[in-house]
């Protein structure tokens, strides 16, 4: 409760869910992967950090899973996800809410299963895929998932965008895959994306 009445008083005091998301969760969950990683914390600390930090995202954003007020145009649908397996999941739901914001209907729910992918791809039209990794052990893994959209997708000509901590510090990596665009700031993927 403490954390989210700071995060309240921050948002009241003028600050926008993207300064929140990049100038103090995204900082936070980074700093926590620290502490895990010099044994500062134990790893049910650091989910539980994390937990907290979802829960905050979620309550700053009451409009999450409300599709954008209707108009002439049909808002862009995008599938945004970890890639099968992959833990990471604060960035890309910050990455969600960006896009939602932006006018975008959006589903953030990740597969359990390459399979599970597939599916979603083959039964429902997403004009953009976004898929995210953290490590270079899992560059294989998001290959074959970019490799089984494109062949599955109801979408012949859909997008596929990738991201997360390990472009950020390497975006050459996007070309290796056969990803159509590398995202290194989440605030500019739904302009990118479009």
Do not use: K
């Not at 999450?64 to 890309?92: F, K, M, N, Q, Y």
């Amino acid at each position: 409760e403490a954390a989210i009445a700071y995060v309240d008083r921050i948002h009241r005091q003028g600050a926008s869910l993207e300064s929140l998301c990049v100038e103090l969760l995204a900082p936070t969950a980074r700093r926590l992967g620290q502490m895990w990683e010099t044994d500062d914390r134990d790893i049910a600390e650091v989910t539980l950090g994390l937990l907290r930090l979802h829960r905050a995202l979620r309550h700053m954003s009451p409009c999450a899973g409300e599709e954008p007020a209707s108009c002439d145009v049909p808002a862009p649908r995008a599938l945004l996800v970890p890639a099968p397996g992959e833990d990471h999941r604060l960035g890309i739901a910050m990455v969600v809410e960006f896009f939602r914001r932006s006018g975008w209907v959006v589903d953030g729910d990740a597969p359990e299963s390459l399979d599970d992918l597939r599916s979603l791809v083959r039964t429902q039209w997403f004009d953009v895929v976004g898929l995210s990794v953290s490590c270079t052990s899992r560059l294989d893994l998001l290959a074959e998932c970019v490799g089984a959209v494109r062949h599955a997708s109801r979408n012949r000509h859909v997008a596929i965008l990738v991201g997360g901590q390990l472009f950020a510090r390497s975006p050459e990596l996007g070309a290796t895959i056969d990803a159509d665009m590398t995202v290194v700031d989440g605030l500019l993927a739904p302009t990118q994306a479009r």
